[in-house]
């Protein structure tokens, strides 16, 4: 699988400026049981780069793009970093590797309670499951240094943008169809304005609404 993420990221290098994956992020990744987050029925092939159907409509995505949004978001330790589309927690898993904190949402009460439960029986303390609508992520916890979203929204939610600290850095999926897509860095300078940047194509299952 390590070496798959490799193969892709050398097509990515002008967005990343460079031919791979931070090796932070790589170590992340090989740390993080994947087959622990996929249907038993699934699990032969969890270690294949592409993603896997998880219940409810959902999937887990291809590691490729696990391993490529985290990059983006260049995590440092002291890091609070808010996740949008806890799915089955693996890609919070990955981030708990690498920020002091993890806050994720999900909008399916089922994946919210089979995540929270998977992450605890793997040692994921620093990370919390919220059940809710994803689009209006979590002003009790804002600011976050760094925001996520697995889902795609048609356009970029204000509540995310108003949560992240200066400094801060969202990547997210935007656009009306899975065909549609593409993979935003949206960044807020210390005096609170937004630059966006787009990156790669990509075809995200969409964000949806659910009970805040």
């Known amino acids: 699988m390590l070496e798959t993420i490799d193969r892709h990221a050398a097509s990515t290098a002008e967005v990343l400026g460079r ?11 090989s740390r993080v049981p994947r087959e622990q987050f996929v249907p038993e029925d699934e699990r032969h092939l969890a270690h ?16 490729f793009i696990v391993a490529f949004m985290t990059d983006l978001l260049d995590l440092q330790p002291a ?9 089955c927690g693996y890609q919070a898993a990955v981030l708990a590797e690498l920020a002091d904190s ?23 303390a620093n990370v919390r ?7 209006l992520g979590l002003e009790d916890r804002a600011p976050f240094d760094r925001i996520i979203v697995t889902a795609a929204p048609e356009r970029v939610p204000e509540a995310l943008t108003r949560q992240l600290a200066p400094g801060g850095r969202l990547v997210i999926p935007v656009g009306a169809g899975p065909w549609q897509q593409t993979l935003l860095i949206v960044e807020k300078d210390e ?11 990509v075809a995200f299952v969409p964000l949806v609404a659910g009970d805040a």
């Open 79 to 87: 890091h609070r970093v808010l996740e949008v589309g806890t799915g």
């Open 129 to 135: 499951v919220h059940v809710g609508d994803g689009r």
């Open 48 to 63: 294949g780069d592409h993603p896997l159907p998880i219940g409810h409509g959902q999937t887990i995505s291809q590691p």
């Open 102 to 124: 993890v806050d994720t949402i999900e909008v399916v009460p089922e994946l919210a309670a089979a995540a929270r439960a998977q992450l605890a029986r793997l040692g994921y």
């Open 19 to 29: 031919d791979h994956i931070d090796p932070r992020v790589m170590a992340a990744v």
């Open 191 to 201: 005096e609170g304005r937004l630059a966006e940047r787009r990156t790669i194509g």
